[in-house]
């Protein structure tokens, strides 16, 4: 009896005269090239390294775009950029020792914000593995133990016949919601080594749905088609899902408003009439929120930012879409739904009730005027004016990437992203640096529109050598540095906890003729002048720096009593 699939898996006379006479010249890196080819990857980043030469070799005799970026954490954040802006893996290619470790604080935050990453390390020579001292260049104990806490798999390969299988698990597993960084590591030998295996052509690595179990989804649905005030919390796994579309006809069907995480930027239409924007770290929306008789959280762990620091308490049921099943009940009781938010709000719109509110939009409205009364008392106009300033320069579909700074923090709440996937930050692990490298990511994969990279100038000093990247591969990228001599959140804090700061203050170089240093076009402007600066620059090709000296402050939190 012959079965399709026994069909699909016969190879053709072609195949087979290919596979029986491989290539000469060929290695192991070649193998891995060939895989991430077949798994349908044209670009990857990284550095080489001692080790990692036999697949950097391999790349030459492949169709992959390279861009190599000047330190690992940075190629590791351009990686996490690029798969959050296409959803495909991004392959991070990197050395043994101390270059795989430089990429360990990027390959937090893509584990954090659920973005697909593939990093391929080298180790070294398989005759060392194992745990022994022998004395190796860049030689750890067990280099992968120090990512199992970082990344969602480790892959660790000793032969060359395990490459593509290897590869093609951890492909997988990066693309698998709750999608994330992995990790595989191939010894130098294994590398180097000639190979006759035949070119790697198929590759099957399709991701596995997460489905809802359908006995949790009509609980679910009974419980919001019968509330008198529900309310929707929508996280980044709703825009990793591509469930933008899901979750408004489903808000709309209820009549519930949506308040959007800052990793949920964009998940949800900033002008809508059941739109509670983005204003999670403010009372008078944690008032609403604990108020509602449902809430239904889709794609969140409902974490220290997205809980005002832990301090919501909600009154009524909740219901939780979540694809992390670790975070599921992490921090509140609730109906837990272990799915894909796109797959678990399709499942709600199947069953629930459609609900009458014509209260639900006042409400909404009541709240956002609550919210700008109070930030109007506290005299913040220059950041509300600087924060306007760069949402009219920046084209509606572009992507932005802000760093951990002042002028972040404020976007997280206030700013109109215009869309899913279009504004991305380092909150979810909070490490400085992220902002440029990302652009680069971005602009790496759509070059047919601007990508905007916002830092401080203490986040600015983490990433500067990659103005000679954006040089060298012509990135179109405008980077909006706030120069304002300091780590100024962290001068915040200490002023407001100690009464004055220390170690915050910052010796900086001047960032407009550095930037003409690399080739790279620069202004200094000022608040006033900034839209007109920054729209000029956002509207030229090529890479660009506009700085902007300025001591913002922050809006007052609500969380501490």
């Known amino acids: 009896m012959t079965h399709d699939h026994d069909l699909e898996l016969r190879p053709t006379a072609a195949q087979i005269t290919a596979a029986l006479n491989p290539p000469p010249g060929r290695n192991g890196g070649d193998l891995v090239v060939e895989t991430l080819a077949g798994l349908g990857a044209t670009t990857v980043f990284g550095l080489p390294g001692q080790h990692a030469l036999g697949m950097f070799d391999a790349l030459r005799r492949s169709d992959l775009r390279y861009i190599g970026l000047r330190v690992e954490n940075n190629a590791g954040f351009a990686a996490d950029a690029y798969g959050r802006i296409t959803g495909e893996a991004a392959p991070l290619l990197l050395s043994t020792g101390p270059g795989a470790l430089t990429s360990l604080a990027a390959l937090q935050e893509a584990r954090a914000a659920s973005a697909p990453v593939l990093a391929i390390s080298s180790q070294i020579p398989t005759a060392g593995l194992g745990g022994g001292r022998h004395g190796y260049l860049h030689e750890l104990p067990d280099q992968s133990a120090s990512f199992r806490g970082v990344v969602k798999s480790v892959h660790t390969v000793r032969a060359q016949s395990q490459i593509p299988s290897a590869i093609a698990e951890a492909w997988k597993s990066a693309l698998t919601a709750p999608h994330g960084p992995v990790w595989v590591e191939i010894p130098q030998d294994v590398l180097l080594a000639p190979t006759l295996l035949p070119v790697v052509t198929a590759v099957d690595a399709t991701p596995e749905d997460v489905l809802p179990r359908p006995e949790l989804t009509a609980v679910a649905a009974d419980l919001l088609s019968r509330a008198v005030r529900p309310a929707i919390i929508a996280g980044g796994g709703v825009v990793r899902a591509d469930a933008s579309k899901k979750l408004r006809q489903l808000a709309e069907k209820l009549q519930a408003p949506v308040v959007t995480t800052p990793g949920g930027k964009g998940a949800f239409p900033w002008t809508h009439p059941l739109s509670l924007q983005s204003w999670l770290e403010d009372r008078h929306t944690t008032d609403f929120l604990e108020d509602a008789d449902v809430v239904l959280v889709v794609g969140s762990g409902l974490g220290e930012l997205s809980s005002n620091y832990h301090t919501f308490k909600p009154r009524g049921h909740v219901?939780?879409?979540?694809?992390?099943?670790?975070?599921?009940?992490?921090?509140?009781?609730?109906?837990?739904?272990?799915?894909?938010?796109?797959?678990?709000?399709?499942?709600l719109l199947e069953t629930v009730t459609e609900r009458a509110d014509t209260s639900a939009p006042v409400r909404v409205g009541e709240l956002l005027g609550k919210v700008r009364e109070?930030?109007?008392?506290?005299?913040?106009?220059?950041?509300?004016?600087?924060?306007?300033?760069?949402?009219?320069?920046?084209?509606?579909?572009?992507?932005?990437?802000?760093?951990?700074?002042?002028?972040?923090?404020?976007?997280?709440?206030?700013?109109?992203?215009?869309?899913?996937?279009?504004?991305?930050?380092?909150?979810?692990?909070?490490?400085?640096?992220?902002?440029?490298?990302?652009?680069?990511?971005?602009?790496?994969?759509?070059p047919t529109r601007p990508a905007l990279a916002v830092s401080g100038d203490g986040g600015a000093l983490y990433s500067i050598a990659e103005l000679a990247t954006a040089k060298q591969y012509d990135l179109n990228v405008t980077w909006l540095i706030v120069d304002d001599g300091g780590y100024g959140i962290l001068r915040e804090y200490m002023t407001d906890a100690f009464g004055e700061a220390t170690a915050t203050e910052l010796t900086r170089p001047d960032y407009v003729a550095l930037a003409e240093s690399f080739g790279v076009r620069g202004v200094r402007t000022s608040p006033e002048a900034l839209e007109s600066d920054l729209a000029k620059a956002l509207g030229e090709p090529g890479p660009s720096v506009v700085v902007l000296p300025a001591v913002l402050r922050m809006f007052a939190a609500t969380h501490l009593g």
């Open 374 to 446: 109070r930030i109007a008392s506290q005299e913040l106009t220059l950041e509300q004016g600087v924060l306007e300033s760069v949402r009219r320069a920046l084209p509606p579909n572009s992507p932005s990437f802000w760093d951990m700074t002042i002028l972040a923090y404020w976007a997280w709440s206030a700013f109109d992203a215009k869309g899913p996937n279009h504004l991305h930050s380092a909150q979810g692990a909070g490490g400085l640096g992220y902002g440029f490298p990302a652009a680069l990511g971005a602009a790496a994969a759509d």
């Open 319 to 347: 219901i939780q879409i979540e694809a992390d099943l670790g975070k599921l009940e992490s921090n509140h009781p609730a109906l837990g739904i272990h799915a894909d938010a796109w797959h678990g709000l399709q499942a």
